[in-house]
């Protein structure tokens, strides 16, 4: 497999309207990572939609500064509306339901609490064990 992408080649320094980013605390022991596909990922298609891409775009850091409001932490509830978020609420809601649907043919004879946990444990961004 061949890397596509190696984070740090990019040389990518997150920032926001507030300033760049601090890196990570040491004891977080974090590390930069690539990313291997056995074939280039599909353009994305266009978002037609003016203002649904201006929101796609859009975090509510970026609004909180726009109206003048410098203190971190200091969002509205129309902030989080008008931000991506609420997209990106939509699309997990998408994506637990049809992998649910996955679930349920690959495993058609198993518990309600099994499937749960399966689930849970593959849409899961953090460690699939409790470190311990």
């Given amino acids: 497999m061949q890397a596509l992408y190696n984070l740090s080649d990019l040389n990518i320094r997150p920032s926001s309207p507030l300033g760049p980013r601090p890196p990570p605390p040491a004891h977080y022991d974090w590390q ?3 990313v291997e596909y056995d074939h280039p990922l599909p353009v ?4 037609r939609d003016r203002r649904l ?5 859009t975090t509510k850091q970026y609004l909180s500064w726009q109206d003048g ?4 932490g200091d969002y509205t509830d129309e902030d989080e ?3 991506f978020r609420q997209l990106e609420w939509v699309g997990y809601a998408l994506l637990r339901h049809l992998y649910a649907i996955v679930l349920l043919r690959l495993f058609p004879y198993a518990k309600s609490a099994a499937l749960t946990v399966r689930l849970a444990l593959s849409l899961s961004s953090g460690p699939a064990v409790p470190a311990g």
């Fill in 32 to 34: 930069s990572f690539s």
């Fill in 44 to 47: 994305l298609p266009p978002i």
């Fill in 53 to 57: 891409a201006a929101q796609a775009r």
């Fill in 69 to 72: 409001r410098k203190h971190v």
């Fill in 81 to 83: 509306a008008r931000s």
